[in-house]
């Protein structure tokens, strides 16, 4: 999992990782984080960016050699102490959530460039915080799995809630966010507040319900003027009405059309290996979280045409794929595959 988080200060980026370490840090060997003001508990630690610099130089000489495997570099990681096991089976990740990311990914590095293509085989989850994804050096931008920008409160009428649009397949140069999958929602809580401190504390006046309620309250003023006004000069030309009077109602019936089905001259037929919560495709550059993946076969007239199960946590899923399903991940490179050569 790579996912970055963009926003205003206050608009609830900081507030988002925070409340992700706070219900998911028990799934993790240990989290890393610089959040400023973190209040460290349990397995949270403070990040040393450097220290994982140095963890990532000895992994990289090490996958260069040959005749690596992954288990190697599982051994290592467990004899310094970073994982709590060389047994996969075993291993719990480890998170990274980096505030202010582009102090670090704002140039290309070749090191954090192999973090990012190889994170699921270290078993290291990361969440990066920036002001905007563009101040990230744009070579990584076709690396990242999605990006939550977190929308500034004056633009919510939910005022007791955080609102994040969700993207993913973030363009290249073109400064605009990537396809939208959704919106989330994270109820503010007082237990994540107390855990950092940051400008998502700071509760902004939200200038659209400031702007409601100053029209609403205008227009009474309006109403209760003009009826008093009437009232005094024209006492007679109000009338009143009865409440004998029978009121007519016309009920109609709406008939809803179904909308006939797109058929696709050159649809494809795919198998995507789930398990548990992210499904796969290797031959078509396919990672996505189930979620992503629904909504994404429902906004480009695809669907699953069967699901092999093998276990709770396994299945095999097969798609009718549209052309502009496939065509959201033809630009994605696969850099997993130990023989393609990052440092050319």
Avoid at 181 to 207: E, I, P, T
Avoid at 213 to 234: E, Q, R, T
Wanted: proline share 3%; glycine share 4%; hydrophobic share 40%.
């Amino acid at each position: 999992m790579i996912t970055i988080i963009d926003g205003l200060m206050g608009a609830g980026k900081t507030y988002y990782s925070v409340d992700f370490i706070y219900n998911n840090h028990d799934k993790y060997f240990n989290v890393f984080t610089n959040i400023d003001g973190f209040k460290f508990y349990d397995n949270v630690k403070p990040l040393k960016f450097s220290y994982i610099l140095g963890v990532l130089d000895d992994l990289k000489s090490i996958y260069d050699r040959e005749d690596t495997t992954d288990q190697d570099l599982w051994t290592h990681l467990y004899s310094i102490g970073f994982l709590n096991s060389s047994d996969k089976d075993f291993i719990k990740p480890v998170l990274i959530v980096m505030d202010e990311a582009h102090n670090e990914f704002d140039k290309k590095n070749d090191l954090l460039t192999w973090l990012i293509t190889y994170h699921r085989h270290l078993f290291i989850d990361l969440i990066l915080i920036t002001q905007t994804f563009s101040l990230i050096h744009y070579s990584y931008h076709k690396l990242f799995e999605s990006i939550l920008h977190a929308m500034p409160s004056s633009r919510q009428i939910i005022g007791n809630k955080f609102k994040y649009q969700k993207h993913i397949k973030l363009p290249i140069t073109d400064g605009k966010y990537g396809t939208f999958v959704g919106d989330v929602f994270l109820k503010k809580n007082k237990a994540v507040f107390d855990l950092y401190q940051s400008g998502d504390k700071v509760r902004s006046k939200n200038l659209l319900r400031r702007y409601i309620y100053l029209i609403a309250a205008g227009v009474v003023l309006v109403l209760v003027g003009f009826y008093f006004v009437v009232n005094y000069f024209f006492p007679s030309s109000v009338p009143s009405v009865s409440s004998s009077l029978p009121v007519q109602s016309d009920k109609k019936t709406v008939v809803r059309h179904a909308s006939k089905p797109v058929v696709f001259s050159n649809a494809k037929y795919i198998k995507l290996d789930c398990y548990l919560t992210t499904c796969t495709s290797k031959s078509e550059n396919i990672d996505l979280n189930v979620d992503d993946l629904q909504y994404l076969l429902k906004d480009t007239n695809s669907k699953v045409t069967s699901t092999l199960k093998f276990s709770k946590d396994r299945a095999f899923v097969y798609l009718l794929a549209s052309p502009e399903f496939l065509g959201l991940f033809h630009n994605r490179s696969d850099k997993n595959e130990k023989g393609f050569s990052l440092f050319n």
